[in-house]
């Protein structure tokens, strides 16, 4: 996973459309971001004609991708060009504070911020109104992270399920919300196979191995994600942890969170591990930026350690024990060094092309489904939220 600064102020940035932009841009997310950065050769979409039949008429759209890759919303944005559509897009607020031009572009397309560990109400009026007025989709991702496992799916956020309900409550007329499950998924070019062993070589290297290339490619993976869990639980427990891989990573996420949560308030809404972080980076954010009664020099050292025990905890989370040993695909296997490289080196590689596949689900119709009484208009984001977890869930398979 990517470390982000989150010990930053925040403002919140709204979508500023700049029409005369789209060209360019999309001339630049095409050459720059798509070929060069995130090696996306092809990219083949399904479903997206009923998409644009509902936009051109009037109603309301969210679309809600699975979220596994970094160029997961170049290619929404790519193919929401193909099919004429102007996509809205709810992005993490970090990515407005890498510096003032991309602020400025991503504004620009459409793109507007949100706090993610807190409640961003200017972010969240902000989608609604967008619902409220039609015509063009919203992007939101449900599962808040990039976890770099395209096959499985992590829990999805309720708040998408509760904007959109909030949304529909406001339209009227023959105007109707729908919330669209948009499966993504990626494969590797076959020559993948042959960089993984000098890229494995690189990682074993980093952490002060010995490369071993005669080694068989998934046991070297498995070796070195093991040697990688065993540095950190030394490093936060002051041992290495024995048993299933599965169960040391599930023990060293509760031991640190359940540390971090003995100095702050507990939240008793949060209860799954990205709950429990977003509702512990929000609190020591808070501290932190406290004006009034700011913290002193061995505090804020404090508040720092606790931010990087819970992204540890969240990184711990994002590992799937038999993700590998379930399927070793020459794809499964990219993954797993491509998030390796992530958290060992800053970011993963994309040395050679990769084919993006795209399928937007059925709609669900909200509305509808509101009307009939199927979901309840207060209490309705938890079974519209596991609808959505079936159907998306079902497009990865």
């Given at each position: 996973?990517?470390?982000?600064?989150?010990?930053?102020?925040?403002t919140?940035r709204?979508?500023?459309?700049?029409?005369?932009?789209?060209?360019?841009?999309?001339?630049?997310?095409?050459?720059i971001?798509?070929?060069?950065?995130?090696n996306?050769?092809?990219?083949?979409d399904?479903?997206?004609?009923l998409?644009?039949?509902?936009?051109?008429?009037?109603h309301?759209?969210?679309?809600?991708?699975?979220?596994?890759d970094?160029?997961?919303?170049?290619?929404?944005m790519?193919?929401?060009?193909?099919?004429?559509?102007?996509?809205?897009?709810?992005a993490?607020?970090?990515?407005?504070?890498?510096?003032?031009?991309?602020?400025?572009?991503?504004?620009?397309?459409?793109?507007?911020?949100v706090d993610?560990?807190?409640?961003?109400?200017?972010?969240?009026?902000?989608?609604?109104?967008l619902?409220?007025?039609?015509?063009d989709?919203?992007?939101?991702?449900?599962?808040?992270?990039?976890?770099?496992?395209?096959?499985?799916?992590?829990?999805l956020?309720?708040?998408?399920?509760?904007i959109?309900?909030?949304?529909?409550?406001?339209?009227?007329?023959?105007?109707?919300?729908?919330l669209?499950?948009?499966?993504?998924?990626?494969f590797?070019?076959?020559?993948?196979?042959?960089?993984?062993?000098?890229?494995?070589?690189?990682?074993?290297?980093?952490?002060?191995?010995?490369?071993?290339?005669?080694m068989?490619?998934?046991?070297?993976?498995v070796?070195?994600?093991?040697?990688?869990?065993?540095?950190?639980?030394?490093?936060?427990?002051?041992?290495?942890?024995?048993?299933?891989?599965q169960?040391?990573?599930?023990?060293?996420?509760?031991?640190?969170?359940?540390?971090?949560?003995?100095?702050?308030?507990?939240?008793?809404?949060?209860?799954?591990?990205?709950?429990?972080?977003?509702?512990?980076?929000?609190?020591?954010?808070?501290?932190?930026?406290?004006?009034?009664?700011p913290?002193?020099?061995p505090?804020?050292?404090?508040?720092?350690?606790?931010?990087?025990?819970?992204?540890?905890?969240?990184?711990?989370?994002?590992?799937?024990?038999d993700?590998?040993?379930?399927?070793?695909?020459?794809?499964?296997?990219?993954e797993?060094i491509?998030?390796?490289e992530?958290?060992?080196?800053?970011?993963?590689?994309?040395?050679?092309?990769?084919?993006?596949?795209?399928?937007?689900?059925?709609?669900?119709?909200?509305?509808?489904?509101?009307?009939?009484?199927?979901?309840?208009?207060?209490?309705?984001?938890?079974?519209?939220t596991?609808?959505?977890?079936?159907r998306?869930?079902?497009?990865?398979?």
């Open positions: 996973m990517r470390r982000l600064k989150n010990d930053q102020p925040y919140f709204p979508p500023r459309v700049k029409e005369w932009l789209r060209p360019l841009a999309m001339a630049v997310n095409r050459r971001h798509l070929d060069r950065k995130y996306v050769a092809k990219i083949h399904e479903g997206f004609g998409i644009r039949e509902l936009c051109q008429a009037g309301s759209v969210m679309l809600a991708p699975n979220h596994s970094h160029s997961d919303p170049h290619v929404m790519e193919i929401a060009t193909r099919h004429e559509l102007r996509p809205y897009f709810m993490a607020r970090e990515l407005f504070q890498v510096n003032a031009v991309v602020c400025w572009a991503l504004q620009s397309m459409g793109v507007f911020s993610r560990d807190g409640p961003d109400l200017s972010s969240i009026k902000t989608a609604i109104s619902l409220e007025l039609g015509g989709p919203l992007v939101i991702f449900p599962e808040g992270e990039i976890y770099h496992h395209h096959r499985r799916l992590d829990p956020n309720e708040g998408v399920a509760s959109l309900l909030k949304g529909a409550a406001r339209l009227d007329g023959e105007k109707k919300a729908f669209v499950p948009v499966g993504m998924r990626f590797h070019d076959p020559a993948v196979e042959a960089t993984f062993r000098d890229r494995l070589s690189r990682l074993e290297d980093r952490i002060g191995w010995t490369p071993k290339p005669s068989s490619v998934g046991d070297r993976i070796r070195l994600a093991t040697g990688v869990l065993a540095l950190k639980e030394t490093e936060y427990l002051g041992r290495a942890g024995t048993g299933a891989i169960e040391r990573l599930s023990q060293l996420c509760e031991n640190m969170l359940a540390d971090v949560e003995t100095r702050y308030p507990k939240d008793a809404k949060a209860t799954t591990p990205p709950e429990r972080v977003r509702a512990l980076r929000y609190r020591i954010r808070r501290r932190i930026l406290d004006l009034e009664n913290p002193t020099g505090e804020r050292g404090t508040l720092l350690d606790d931010l990087d025990r819970v992204f540890t905890a969240l990184q711990a989370h994002s590992y799937i024990g993700y590998l040993s379930g399927d070793p695909s020459i794809d499964r296997r990219a797993m491509m998030k390796l992530e958290d060992l080196l800053g970011f993963p590689n994309y040395p050679v092309a990769r084919t993006a596949r795209v399928t937007a689900g059925e709609p669900i119709p909200v509305s509808d489904l509101l009307g009939s009484g199927e979901i309840p208009a207060k209490g309705g984001a938890l079974p519209l596991a609808m959505l977890e079936k998306l869930g079902d497009l990865l398979v």
